[in-house]
């Protein structure tokens, strides 16, 4: 697996809803190339969702250090 694919897989894993993440980033990036009445409020919406979806972790088990 290259470099890039790794380091995306790892922080995949790390997310408590990836899945979600996925489709929130993908719907912002299609959001970007479909015209609507009120430009870039909601390609801008979309991406928060995506960052702040991207920002939760999953919560540490209980025997793993920090």
Same mark, same amino acid.
């Given at each position: 697996?290259?470099?890039?694919?790794?380091?995306?897989?790892?922080? +995949?894993?790390?997310?408590?809803? =990836?899945? *979600?993440?996925? &489709?929130?980033?993908?719907?912002?990036? @299609?959001? %970007? +190339?479909?015209?609507?009445?009120? =430009?870039? *409020?909601?390609? &801008?919406?979309?991406?928060?969702?995506? @960052?702040? %979806?991207?920002?939760?972790?999953?919560? =540490?088990?209980?025997?793993?250090?920090?």
């Amino acid at each position: 697996m290259n470099p890039l694919m790794s380091r995306l897989s790892r922080y +995949f894993e790390n997310l408590r809803f =990836p899945w *979600l993440m996925l &489709i929130a980033a993908l719907a912002f990036v @299609v959001n %970007l +190339f479909v015209p609507d009445a009120v =430009p870039f *409020l909601d390609e &801008i919406i979309l991406g928060l969702v995506a @960052v702040i %979806l991207g920002r939760l972790k999953r919560k =540490p088990k209980a025997g793993a250090a920090n």
